[in-house]
C-alpha cells in the first residue's frame, strides 16, 4: 500500500525495501545483480526460520502475521516507530510429524518428540503446552517412566536420531510436583539428569521393564541395549538382533517371568530375559552373547491357503459329479432301462495347483505385545505395496533384475518393429508391381485395356 516490499527469510529477519527503487534498478554488469541497502530490517529471532508473512488490520492499526518453519506463529509490529513492540510467540509446536509421544501415568500430562529437536510437555485437559526443551539432535523415541521408577510421575526417557538417550525430568521451580495433582502445572520445567549413548544409530524403542528395574533401548543399529534403573542408569550389556528393531514389549505381571519382546523391522520376533547387573564380563565388551533367546520368523501363508482352498475346491466338485453320476444310474434302473457300461474315460487333465510363494523378505512389523502367558501378538504390513527404493537393503540385486527385465522388454520391442519393417518393405514391393502393371495395362490397344476404378491406399 505504501509503495514498499516485505520480504522474509530464514535468518529470523524481516526487511522492508522501496519498490520504486528495485522497479527502476538496473545492473551495472552482465550478472543481472544490484547491490541495495533495505530501508528497514527486524530481528524475529536467532533460531527463526520464516516462511510467509501475512497483514491484517486491526481497529484500522496493521498487524502482521509471521508462519516460522520451526514451529511457531508470530505477531509482528512493523510500523518502525519508536513505540514499536517487540515480536510476540502466538504460538509453538512441532515442526513436521511427531516422532512418539507418552502419557503421565499420574497426571494429565502428555511428552512429545519430533525431528525438530524438541521435546514438549502438554496438559491435554487444558488443551495447552507447559514447557519444553531443546537439543541438537531430533527426537525419534519416547517413554514415560512409570511410578515404579518414579512415583511422582516426572521422568521421562527419550531416544535420539543420533543413538544417544536422554533422562529428562518434569518438575515445578517452586517446588511442588507438577504431576501430583492440579496445582501451579502452568509453572512445569524441564531439566536434563542423565545422558548416554547406547548406540550408532536412531533410537527406536524405549521400554521399562514391569518391576522397573532394567531400562532397555533399541535401535536401528540392530542392538538392543540393557540399563540397570538407579539414581544414576547404569550399563548391563547389549544384545544383537536380526533386524532394526521397531518395538520392545516387557511382560506383563501376569507372566511367570520377566521376558523382553523384541520385534524387528524385517519380520522378526526374538524373546529375551531380562540381563542382571554385575553378572556380565564387562571388561572387554558390553555385547552379551550367552543370554538364552528364542527366535520367531513370520513369513507369508496367503499362497499355502490359495492353494489349500483350490484342492478342497476340486475334491469337492469330484464328490458333486460322482455323486450326480451314482444319482443318474440309479434313476435309470428305476425306470427299468438298461445301463451299458462305459468305456473308461482318459483322465481329465488338471490345471497345476496354485504355487506356494515364500517371499525372500516377510512382511515388516509394525508392533506387537504381550497377551496370555506364552502368547504375543504382532500386527504386519504389505511389503509389496509399501516397499520403496529406500527400503531395499540390497539395490543391486533389483536393478540386476530391473535390467534383465529391460533387455527382455527391449528384444520384444525389437522383434515388432522388424515384423513391422518387413511387411512395409512387403506392401512397397506389391505397390510397385501394381503400378508396373497398370503402365502395362495403358500400353496395350485401347479395345484390350482393362477398365475399372482402382483405389490407391498409401502406407
Known amino acids: ?133 531443546k537439543f541438537k539432535q531430533g527426537g525419534t523415541a519416547l517413554t514415560w517412566a512409570p511410578r515404579v521408577v518414579n512415583p511422582k510421575g516426572g521422568l521421562i526417557a527419550v531416544g535420539f536420531e543420533d543413538g544417544v538417550v536422554r533422562i529428562i525430568e518434569v518438575y515445578d521451580p517452586r517446588g511442588l510436583a507438577v504431576v501430583a495433582g492440579r496445582t501451579n502445572v502452568g509453572n512445569a520445567e524441564m531439566c536434563l539428569k542423565q545422558a548416554f549413548k547406547p548406540h550408532t544409530a536412531a533410537v527406536t524403542a524405549l521400554a521399562y521393564e514391569r518391576n522397573g528395574e532394567v531400562l532397555a533401548t533399541g535401535s536401528k543399529d540392530k542392538t538392543v541395549f540393557f540399563f540397570a534403573v538407579e539414581d544414576k542408569y547404569e550399563p548391563i550389556g547389549y544384545i544383537c538382533v536380526p533386524g532394526p528393531v521397531q518395538a520392545l514389549q516387557w511382560s506383563p505381571s501376569s507372566h511367570a517371568e520377566s521376558m523382553l519382546l523384541v520385534l524387528c523391522e524385517n519380520g522378526f520376533a526374538l524373546q529375551v530375559p531380562a540381563p542382571i547387573l554385575g553378572e556380565q564380563d564387562t571388561v572387554s565388551t558390553y555385547e552379551i552373547k550367552d543370554l538364552p533367546t528364542q527366535y520367531f520368523r513370520f513369513c507369508s501363508i ?64 509394525v508392533c506387537g505385545f504381550y497377551s496370555a502367558p506364552g502368547k504375543f501378538w504382532l500386527s504386519l504390513r504389505d511389503l509389496e505395496k509399501e516397499k520403496t527404493a529406500e527400503d531395499i537393503e540390497d539395490p543391486s540385486a533389483y536393478s540386476i533384475e530391473n535390467a534383465r527385465q529391460k533387455k527382455e522388454y527391449d528384444q520384444i520391442m525389437k522383434a515388432a518393429e522388424d515384423k513391422k519393417h518387413k511387411k512395409r518393405q512387403e506392401l512397397i514391393i506389391l505397390r510397385h508391381e501394381f503400378h508396373h502393371l497398370l503402365q502395362r495395362n495403358m500400353e496395350l490397344p485401347k479395345h484390350m485395356q482393362l477398365h475399372r476404378e482402382v483405389h490407391q491406399i498409401g502406407v
Open 302 to 365: 496367503k499362497s499355502r491357503i490359495k492353494r489349500e482352498e483350490e484342492i478342497e475346491r476340486r475334491e469337492k466338485k469330484k464328490q458333486e459329479e460322482e455323486k450326480a453320476k451314482l444319482e443318474w444310474i440309479k434313476k435309470q434302473q428305476d425306470m427299468g432301462l438298461e445301463i451299458e457300461e462305459e468305456p473308461e474315460a482318459e483322465p481329465k487333465k488338471e490345471e497345476p495347483l496354485p504355487p506356494i510363494y515364500v517371499p525372500q523378505e516377510p512382511s515388516p512389523i
Open 1 to 133: 500500500d505504501e509503495g514498499e516490499l516485505v520480504t522474509v527469510g530464514g535468518d529470523g529477519y524481516i526487511r522492508v525495501w522501496d519498490f520504486e527503487t528495485i522497479d527502476a534498478a538496473d545492473s551495472v554488469d552482465d550478472t543481472g545483480l544490484l547491490a541495495m541497502e533495505d530501508m528497514n530490517e527486524l530481528l524475529v529471532g536467532k533460531n527463526v526460520n520464516l516462511s510467509s508473512i501475512m497483514k491484517i488490520h486491526d481497529l484500522g492499526q496493521p498487524i502482521w502475521y509471521a508462519q516460522d518453519s520451526n514451529g511457531a506463529i508470530w505477531k509482528l509490529d512493523l510500523s518502525f516507530s519508536n513505540v514499536t513492540h517487540d515480536p510476540e510467540c502466538l504460538f509453538t509446536f512441532h515442526s513436521g510429524k511427531i516422532e512418539a509421544m507418552g502419557v503421565s501415568p499420574v497426571t494429565y500430562l502428555m511428552a512429545t518428540t519430533a525431528l525438530d529437536h524438541s521435546v514438549r510437555i502438554y496438559d491435554f485437559i487444558g488443551n495447552c503446552q507447559l514447557t519444553e526443551i
